[in-house]
T-cell receptor, first 109, second 114 residues
Framework: GQSLEQPSEVTAVEGAIVQINCTYQ??????LSWYQQHDGGAPTFLSY????GLEETGRFSSFLSRSDSYGYLLLQELQMKDSASYFC??????????FGTGTRLQVFP | DSGVTQTPKHLITATGQRVTLRCSPR?????VYWYQQSLDQGLQFLIH???????AKGNILERFSAQQFPDLHSELNLSSLELGDSALYFC?????????????FGSGTRLTVV
């Protein structure tokens, strides 16, 4: 079986820091990715972790611990435009990317 | 514009009918992936094609089929449509397989079955 668990919703205020966790259980692991999707829009790629540790891309960082089957996306200096759904995704093999159910982030002024 | 083109953007059809969704990948990308997203749900992997060959299947119903043509565009065929097939269907493309360089998604086709 396979499962990716994320919180369904997270709220925060502008300028704050928020962490979205993802735990996974999959047969096969080829890295953890994060995607952002605004309402009615297409998912857009944010980050990818193949190895343990922290990857930083501007205001966003992503972390992976393969031994714990766990990762998180850290969003700093939150802006209103960051209100969106965030999906973690695991490469189950080289040909298949499995997405979590998504976390809806609401940023308030 | 992501570079991945999906047509049509919206489709309304009746139960029992058949429809074809079309996807043109980003220039140079060889892989095409199809995903289904139902209301407030995650993205369900349907199928992956690489350079014309089927590489992986997800939870794709037997009523659904897909193919990738020599010019690398792909079509997803949905037949004997049911109300539950109403969803957003996304196509994504990537340059290669074997490492996640990030998928580029199209804007999707919203299918409504009435």
């Amino acid at each position: 079986g396979q499962s990716l668990e994320q919180p369904s919703e997270v709220t925060a205020v502008e300028g704050a820091i928020v962490q979205i966790n993802c735990t996974y259980q999959t047969s096969g692991f080829y890295g953890l990715s994060w995607y952002q999707q605004h309402d009615g829009g297409a998912p857009t790629f944010l980050s990818y972790n193949a190895l343990d540790g922290l990857e930083e891309t501007g205001r966003f960082s992503s972390f992976l611990s393969r031994s714990d089957s766990y990762g998180y996306l850290l969003l700093q200096e939150l802006q209103m435009k960051d209100s969106a759904s965030y999906f973690c995704a695991v490469g189950q093999n080289t040909d298949k990317l499995i997405f979590g159910t998504g976390t809806r982030l609401q940023v308030f002024p | 514009d992501s570079g991945v083109t999906q047509t049509p953007k919206h489709l309304i059809t009746a139960t029992g009918q058949r429809v074809t969704l079309r996807c043109s990948p980003r220039s140079g990308d060889l892989s095409v992936y199809w995903y289904q997203q139902s209301l407030d749900q995650g993205l369900q992997f349907l199928i992956h094609y690489y350079n014309g060959e089927e590489r992986a299947k997800g939870n794709i119903l037997e009523r659904f089929s897909a193919q990738q043509f020599p010019d690398l565009h792909s079509e997803l065929n949905l037949s004997s449509l049911e109300l539950g097939d109403s969803a957003l269907y996304f196509c994504a493309s990537s340059l290669r397989v074997g490492r996640d360089y990030g998928y580029t998604f199209g804007s999707g086709t919203r299918l409504t079955v009435v």
